[in-house]
């Protein structure tokens, strides 16, 4: 087995552990979010190594940015559904204070150019690392991935029924 190969296997077993208890019917746990997401990061990175058949060299220097890229935006799209969910329930209230409001919308704005930007940074990275072929790869992988989530997602929901929002 060749050490790519190797790598992948480590990595598919950790995230199968690290899954699994949510996947089989676990209770939700806020807490353990952050690892689910962790989680998902790396099955993402395991497949795009595998669809794009990245080369050590490539996966070395793409890997890095990829976990940080993904780490700030689990950070930013943390805050902004906090923001979201303060959004809700301001203009859910008796009455609603305009400020608060606006400083809300502006901030869930933010967060949101930030998100933007830093996809903008990981494609001007994948574009100077991969090759045509790879970059092709790279459009259809992302839309297929994103879509598997989903509709896993949406299969977990109806096994367990919908998942409440935290207050």
């Known amino acids: 087995m060749n050490r790519n190969r190797l790598i992948l296997a480590v990595l598919g077993l950790a995230l199968a552990a690290g899954i699994a208890p949510s996947v089989l019917g676990a209770p939700q746990d806020p807490a353990r979010r952050p690892r689910l997401r962790e989680s998902l990061s790396d099955l993402y990175l395991v497949r795009l190594t595998r669809a794009l058949e990245l080369t050590e060299d490539q996966a070395a220097k793409l890997y890095p940015v990829l976990t940080r890229a993904e780490k700030d935006k689990a950070e930013l799209q943390g ?49 100077a690392h991969l090759t045509p072929v790879q970059r092709a790869r790279y459009v259809i992988f992302t839309v297929d991935f994103m879509r598997s989530v989903g509709e896993n997602l949406q299969r977990v929901r109806g096994q367990r029924g919908v998942l409440k929002r935290n207050p």
């Open 79 to 127: 805050q902004m559904g906090n923001d979201l969910r303060d959004l809700r329930e301001e203009l859910a209230g008796p009455s609603v204070r305009e400020g608060r409001v606006a400083g809300l919308v502006d901030r869930i704005r933010e967060a949101r150019r930030v998100l933007r930007q830093k996809e903008d940074e990981v494609e001007a990275v994948l574009e």
